[in-house]
């Protein structure tokens, strides 16, 4: 009986442990465009503040209404390029690139073709039309739409930190380049800077 009522104990008691050191998780939704930083690190409402400045910048530029001086009826084709990270931090700046991306196609002031990343696949597909797909729906080689201006970036930071301080500066730059003549018909840049205090105790 002693036994039975020793490993009864034996038994609350770990169970009582173990529901101690679980540890709860509490899961929240948030608006997407709802400003939260938490570490003072990149994030979601950097890409977008970034984002908007720049493309607002392009499509306030003259480089538009030119290409459309010599073309007339015709809206210029940008492909995007590479949007480097020389940043301090690990941030994948495909976000950037297709953030602006999109703002230029919904604009509807210019036309975008496929980057690199993609133009394989579809080029792999047309290919396989030849052979597989009926002539009437099979798409033709040699028709692709070439690209009038490439579009690159990159992004830099600086830290100036002093004890728990830091002010923590992003750097994004972008510019549109006439592929023909390599021309920059466009450069802009939109910094965002952060004060960022931590206390040197935590209770």
């Given at each position: 009986?002693?036994?039975?009522?020793?490993?009864?104990?034996?038994?609350?008691?770990?169970?009582?442990?173990?529901?101690?050191?679980?540890?709860?998780?509490?899961?929240?939704?948030?608006?997407?465009?709802?400003?939260?930083?938490?570490?003072?690190?990149?994030?979601?409402?950097?890409?977008?503040?970034?984002?908007?400045?720049?493309?607002?910048?392009?499509?306030?530029?003259?480089?538009?209404?030119?290409?459309r001086m010599k073309?007339?009826?015709?809206?210029?084709?940008?492909?995007?390029?590479t949007f480097l990270?020389?940043?301090?931090?690990?941030?994948?700046t495909s976000i950037?690139?297709?953030?602006?991306?999109?703002?230029?196609?919904?604009?509807?002031?210019?036309?975008?073709?496929?980057?690199?990343?993609?133009?394989?696949?579809?080029?792999?597909?047309?290919?396989?039309?030849?052979?597989?797909?009926?002539?009437?729906?099979?798409?033709?080689?040699?028709?692709?739409?070439?690209?009038?201006?490439?579009?690159?970036?990159?992004?830099?930071?600086?830290?100036?930190?002093?004890?728990?301080?830091?002010?923590?500066?992003?750097?994004?730059?972008?510019?549109?380049?006439?592929?023909?003549?390599?021309?920059?018909?466009?450069?802009?840049?939109?910094?965002?800077?952060?004060?960022?205090?931590?206390?040197?105790?935590?209770?």
């Amino acid at each position: 009986m002693k036994r039975i009522l020793s490993w009864s104990i034996l038994l609350c008691l770990s169970v009582v442990l173990l529901g101690s050191c679980q540890t709860g998780v509490s899961v929240s939704r948030l608006q997407a465009d709802e400003d939260i930083d938490l570490s003072g690190n990149w994030n979601d409402t950097d890409i977008r503040i970034v984002s908007q400045a720049l493309v607002d910048s392009s499509l306030a530029s003259p480089w538009i209404n030119q290409f459309r001086m010599k073309h007339p009826g015709k809206n210029p084709v940008v492909i995007v390029g590479t949007f480097l990270n020389r940043s301090s931090e690990h941030i994948d700046t495909s976000i950037i690139a297709k953030r602006y991306e999109m703002e230029l196609i919904n604009s509807g002031k210019v036309d975008m073709v496929a980057d690199q990343s993609f133009r394989a696949s579809v080029r792999d597909e047309r290919e396989e039309q030849q052979y597989f797909a009926s002539e009437e729906t099979a798409k033709a080689l040699g028709k692709e739409i070439g690209a009038d201006y490439l579009l690159q970036g990159a992004v830099r930071t600086n830290l100036d930190q002093s004890g728990g301080t830091k002010v923590r500066t992003y750097y994004v730059s972008a510019e549109l380049i006439d592929i023909e003549t390599n021309r920059k018909v466009w450069v802009g840049e939109e910094t965002i800077k952060k004060l960022i205090k931590q206390s040197k105790y935590s209770f």
